[in-house]
Structure formats: C-alpha cells, structure tokens
C-alpha cells in the first residue's frame, strides 16, 4: 500500500504524494485563518486610536519644568514699597463755620423696667395688630437730670405699648424726633431731626409693657431744619426735653445746665 507501484521511479512517486500533503495542509491553514477572522469581533477605531495615543503619550520624554529664574547680574529689583502715610488729623472748623457733631438717634438697649398693662388678650390668628396711638405711650428721659456745659448728655425717646395685645409699628428714626426747648416752651433750640434725619423702614413688634428705647448724645448746641446756620452753645439755665413717635407727643422733661 505504501510503496509506489508503476512504471517510473519511486522517487517520482514519493515527490508526488508529499506535493499532495502540503498542498492539503495550506488549504486547511487558509481555511481555519478565514474563519478566525470572520468570527473575532473587530476593535472599534477609538479604542485603536485610544490606545496608540496612549502609547505615544507614555512613550514621549517628559518635559522637566525649568527652576525659577533667580535674580540676574545687573537685574534691578522690585522697588520697595512706600511707607503708609498717616491719615491727616481733622481740621479743625473755622470760626463761624456750623458744627457738625454726630447726634444720630439710635436704639438705646439700657435694662428699664416694665409698665403696668391690662390682662393680655390671645393675639389674633392673623398675627399682631397695627399699633394705634391709643396703644402707644411716649416718654422723654434725660441721662442726668443737671449737667455742665460742655458736656454731652444722653436724650432718650421711650415708646411702650400699653395695649393688651402685641401691635406692629414702624419706629423709623424719621418719624421719631427729641427736641429740646427753652424752660418755658416758647423757644425751639435742637430737634434730632435737624442735622442728621435719616429715614429707613424699622417695623416692630411692641410687647404690652415693655418699653423701647432710642437714644442721642446732644452737643449741647442749637440747631435749626437742614442744619444750614451756625451752631450756638446752649447757656446755663432750665429748660426741657420733648419726644414724639408721628403725633404722639411725650410730656415735657426738665432738665438744668450749669456754667462748667
């Protein structure tokens, strides 16, 4: 079976049968390289593009940040900076020029007592009720009841509700004024309201009995609206101090300044 048989050489044979065989085991290698090659899903070009670019980045030589460049011969520095330059003192005003003194009415937070109020009445479900002026009661206060001249005494407004129910109020410094008057009454001398009236919305919540007070450091000087004329110094002598919230008007409170 194995040895050729005919009438050529067995080596003729033998050529022949090992031609078949490889020619055979080629077929069969292309045939399995197709089918691989139909079956492997192929890498999506992103991916390929992904990777390659991944291998050059890792690949590349890293750049080395130069170290900072140190000052170079003949460089000229930064110019050192100047000193601070002291803000100058205020200059004093001129003689006849009006005085301009800080006498803003501002919330006084010193402890007072409470006032007596009727039986509080549950607040509606609404909330608090707008403040009346039959709610409201209005005192004026003087820090010291004599003082010096030259010295600056501190003017309270106090507003306490004296309702039984908690009421709402707009306590706006401009609606609020302490002015100070002759011992008679018949000379207007100073208003909170002449040189500083600043108007902003302060509503407030009033508790029945307890007080609110606002307060200011009077110069002990005069003053008309606008402030436009000369500020005159208030003598010795008696005189009184009158608060309002709108038009409810405090009663006057005396106070005397004697000669410093």
């Known amino acids: 079976m194995w040895e050729p048989m005919g009438p050529l050489p067995a080596s003729v044979y033998w050529r022949r049968r090992w031609v078949a065989i490889a020619s055979t085991v080629t077929v069969l290698v292309v045939v399995a390289w197709s089918i691989a090659a139909l079956t492997t899903p192929e890498r999506p070009a992103a991916e390929t593009a992904t990777r390659a670019a991944t291998r050059v980045a890792v690949s590349a030589p890293q750049q080395v940040a130069p170290p900072p460049a140190g000052p170079q011969p003949g460089a000229v520095g930064p110019a050192p900076e100047a000193p601070a330059v002291e803000a100058d003192e205020p200059t004093p005003p001129l003689p006849g020029a009006p005085v301009t003194t800080s006498e803003r009415l501002l919330p006084d937070d010193t402890p007072r007592p409470s006032a007596p109020v009727p ?79 600043v108007a902003s919305i302060d509503l407030r919540t009033l508790v029945p009995g307890q007080p609110v007070a606002f307060s200011v450091r009077w110069a ?17 002598g008696a005189y009184r101090v009158m608060t309002r919230v709108d038009d409810i008007i405090s009663a006057p409170t005396p106070f005397l300044r004697s000669a410093g």
């Open 220 to 236: 002990g000087r005069t003053s008309i609206p606008g402030c436009a004329e000369e500020r005159t110094v208030v003598p010795p």
């Open 119 to 197: 039986t509080p009445v549950p607040v509606p479900p609404t909330g608090p009720v707008p403040c009346t002026n039959a709610m409201l009661a209005v005192t004026a206060e003087v820090g010291s009841p004599e003082h010096r001249v030259g010295e600056r005494p501190v003017l309270r407004l106090v507003v306490t509700n004296v309702s039984d129910q908690p009421c709402v109020r707009d306590l706006d410094s401009a609606r609020q004024e302490i002015v100070v008057w002759s011992g008679d009454g018949a000379d207007r001398l100073w208003s909170s309201n002449d040189c500083a009236n």
